[in-house]
């Protein structure tokens, strides 16, 4: 190993192609980086930015050094700190060509498949790669949240100890809930500080760095529902609010409560069924906005990444993969889904009902089972809506019997 004193002395050290890879704080300090390593880069090198950034940055930059014809890589990395020791999951996007050179860098820090590759392929160009990262996350953000509350079910209604409730969890590693999350999740259930558990020592305020934010935000931008990832960020504001959660917990504190009685397959079929939700509202996303760039994301090839080394890792991505082969519609329309739904949502609107009686906070359950019960037609409401908007605004409607035909009016004031 060679030691320098100045950028340039260190790429000019560099055998050509160069790959300089940067792993920094996302916004400014990528900026700055770019603008003091590329002078002293040459055409048909390779610059990877490993943060989090936002993805329309990372076009800017992309189309920056192509001018300069530099290969930019905006690359999404998932895995914490145990990917660091086993390996992490991969997501570049940016120049093809530029991903062929620094191809076998990026494999060789990368996990293995579920198929005994690695989990790194090229997504897309432009801001593809961190783009999907920030959908990855903002799914993670709903995981974590689930698993939150049906921890508060069963030790705040059922009145479970947190080592009892990873005995319950425990049976979930034998199906499609195993996972990352839920290894982790029964590691810290069990942790004891002394004769306490360590869980009940931490203080209810949940951090967040700003991918979750960013999920939202491009789901509002391309019109995509994202119900659940929407709630488990605004889950997260709300556990920082913490004057207005001591005055109020006085009056929910007032309220009658009742022992709840609940089945664990109810339990673990308004989980599972939530997470088909969460991974629907990501794909949404994915699809709508690689529709707009023409960014021809393959959704398969994206699971079979995040099959081993990201937080998300499961069972039940590992099933993604095949499903996404031979479908191109939503997820939540593949039959094998609707099967799923149809078998599951009951137990889901069961435990919702447990939640409301015991005031528990589990927004993400009832975003789940909220989406559903909008996206079907029984009760159609909206129709009052865009009648209010032809009232003030002369928006007009559209008739039930001919849904796609021209806009009426009605003359709400003679």
Excluded at 28 to 50: N, W, Y
Excluded at 141 to 162: C, D, H, K, N
Aim: a negative charge; one cysteine or more.
């Amino acid at each position: 190993a060679k030691g320098f004193e100045t950028i340039g002395a260190l790429l000019d050290g560099l055998v050509p192609a160069r790959i300089v890879m940067m792993m920094l704080t996302a916004d400014e300090p990528v900026d700055d980086a770019i603008t003091a390593i590329t002078p002293h880069l040459s055409k048909g090198d390779v610059q990877i930015d490993g943060s989090n950034s936002h993805y329309s940055d990372t076009t800017r930059r992309y189309h920056q050094l192509k001018a300069s014809g530099i290969h930019f890589l905006g690359c999404g990395f998932s895995g914490g700190l145990d990917g660091i020791a086993n390996g992490i999951s991969v997501m570049p996007g940016g120049s093809e060509e530029g991903y062929q050179i620094a191809r076998p860098v990026l494999e060789s820090v990368a996990a293995i498949s579920v198929d005994g590759s690695p989990c790194c392929t090229f997504i897309g160009p432009e801001g593809a790669g961190h783009f999907v990262k920030i959908v990855h996350n903002g799914i993670e953000y709903a995981e974590m949240q689930l698993f939150a509350e049906v921890y508060a079910t069963l030790r705040y209604a059922v009145g479970l100890t947190p080592d009892h409730i990873a005995e319950v969890l425990s049976a979930w590693k034998e199906t499609d809930a195993s996972g990352y999350l839920l290894d982790i999740t029964l590691n810290i259930l069990r942790q004891k500080e002394g004769d306490a558990f360590v869980l009940e020592s931490i203080l209810d305020s949940a951090g967040h760095k700003g991918t979750g934010v960013y999920a939202v935000q491009a789901a509002a931008g391309f019109g995509v529902p994202a119900m659940m990832i929407t709630a488990a960020l605004h889950a997260r504001y709300l556990s920082g609010q913490r004057h207005i959660r001591t005055h109020l917990d006085e009056v929910t504190r007032s309220q009658p409560r009742k022992n709840a009685s609940m089945g664990t397959t109810d339990l673990y079929n308004a989980f599972q069924l939530a997470r088909i939700i969460n991974y629907h509202e990501g794909f949404s996303i994915i699809r709508a906005v690689s529709a707009h760039y023409q960014w021809n994301i393959n959704l398969a090839e994206l699971s079979r990444v995040w099959t081993n080394g990201c937080i998300i890792r499961s069972s039940l991505m590992n099933r993604f993969v095949k499903l996404w082969e031979n479908w191109d519609d939503e997820l939540v329309l593949h039959p094998e889904v609707k099967t799923l739904i149809a078998a599951t949502w009951p137990g889901l609107r069961r435990i919702n009902h447990v939640s409301s009686s015991e005031t528990l906070f589990t927004p993400c359950l009832v975003a789940a089972s909220q989406y559903i019960a909008g996206a079907s037609l029984r009760f159609p409401a909206a129709n009052l809506i865009q009648a209010q908007r032809d009232y003030f605004g002369n928006y007009g409607f559209r008739k039930v019997s001919d849904p796609t035909g021209p806009l009426h009016h009605f003359p709400w004031r003679n």
